[in-house]
């Protein structure tokens, strides 16, 4: 089972192992399709500038490697583990 966007997120936010700045959420634009933004200014609270639906979120890579983490419909999760 693929673990959700939401977990990864916060795992690379709160878990001292990760540095949180290394990595982006791609996610879809209603308007001008796949987007990137830093997970560090990523937030889930719906009133940020900065907040992007869970549903948006299509992948999370690596800034300094480029790899794919976490992309959900490749079921890639090399953060906890899961996906196929």
């Known amino acids: 089972k693929l673990t959700p966007a939401s977990a990864i997120l916060n795992r690379l936010k709160w878990d001292s192992a990760f540095d949180v700045s290394d990595y982006n959420v791609v996610y ?36 300094s490697t480029g790899q794919t983490v976490w992309h959900r419909e490749e079921r890639i999760d090399l953060i906890s583990g899961g996906g196929s």
Do not use: A, Q, Y
């Open 28 to 63: 879809e634009d209603r308007h001008d399709g796949l987007m990137e933004i830093g997970v560090d200014l990523w937030t889930m609270e719906s009133t940020e500038e900065h907040f992007i639906p869970m549903h948006r979120i299509r992948s999370i890579k690596r800034k």
